[in-house]
């Protein structure tokens, strides 16, 4: 039996594959965020830093920087990102007791357990198909930079590989 599916992989067309010489583009974007919790659209930025880099068909990385401000492919209607406002704060509220904001237990003077935990729940990175030089996204998808601690100034991290 695996004998007749390795044959029928070596015997299929070649559909869909781009040969050429594999390229990587890196560059960092920087935002400024106004609100602790900010969820905003940073879709047009990486769109254009695709557009302009030598990849036309793979992939873009896009992480970020830090430890408390997340990345997630999302819908930005706004009731719905007030809603996922609220989410976070139901799932991972900020006025409640953490080690992590305890003085006795942690360093950290900022008090902000709660926007670590956010944006392990969220994520940190998104791999995002590149296609004829264009992201591929759904129709309402966006990729979504999510502030848990801020207002601050964010770093994201972007790197398109293929050919």
């Not at 390795?6 to 015997?11: F, G, M, Q």
């Not at 976070?88 to 007791?97: D, H, K, S």
Request: aromatic content about 4%; overall charge negative; charged content about 20%.
């Amino acid at each position: 039996m695996s004998n007749l599916a390795l044959s029928a992989v070596e015997t299929a067309p070649q559909a869909g594959i781009k040969e050429g010489v594999y390229k990587v583009a890196s560059t960092d974007l920087v935002f400024e965020t106004s609100e602790r919790v900010e969820l905003k659209s940073i879709t047009r930025e990486i769109a254009a830093f695709v557009e302009q880099s030598p990849v036309r068909d793979g992939v873009v990385l896009v992480s970020s920087l830090h430890t408390t401000c997340g990345l997630m492919l999302n819908e930005t209607q706004g009731a719905l990102l007030s809603d996922m406002v609220s989410m976070f704060e139901q799932v991972v509220p900020r006025g409640v007791y953490y080690k992590h904001n305890d003085p006795l237990l942690s360093d950290c003077d900022r008090k902000n357990a709660d926007a670590h935990l956010r944006a392990i729940i969220v994520g940190l990175s998104l791999t995002i198909p590149v296609v004829d030089g264009k992201l591929k996204l759904g129709t309402w998808q966006n990729v979504v930079l999510t502030e848990f601690d801020g207002p601050n100034r964010r770093r994201v991290h972007l790197q398109a590989m293929g050919v």
